[in-house]
């Protein structure tokens, strides 16, 4: 396992924490937009954990559009988040393993 993450990761892990920060970020936010499009139930504890973590994660962005209707809505203002998380973390995680 420790040398195939330094295999991939150039041997850094400081580039590997930053990538794996940077995904599960966006899989929590990338989970509320499907909880919300399948219409989960908001009074289940998991649900409103994963609301309250996403839109703490994506505040700059989970109001930046407003769309009709409401899951396009939050699709297109958190997917910005996610793919915003996604890109940076990756893009600083490889800047990280250069050096």
Do not use: C, K
């Not at 920060?21 to 509320?32: Q, T």
């Not at 203002?77 to 490889?94: E, K, P, Q, R």
Request: glycine letters at 8%.
């Amino acid at each position: 396992m420790v040398t195939t993450v330094r295999r991939r990761y150039g041997g850094n892990q400081a580039a590997a924490v930053i990538r794996v920060v940077a995904d599960i970020v966006a899989a929590v936010i990338g989970l509320w937009i499907l909880l919300y499009v399948l219409d989960a139930n908001r009074g289940n504890d998991l649900v409103v954990f994963v609301q309250d973590s996403a839109r703490w994660l994506a505040g700059w962005s989970h109001d930046l559009f407003d769309l009709e209707p409401g899951w396009f809505q939050v699709l297109i203002n958190y997917g910005i988040a996610a793919v915003a998380y996604l890109f940076l973390g990756h893009l600083l995680a490889a800047r990280v393993r250069r050096y």
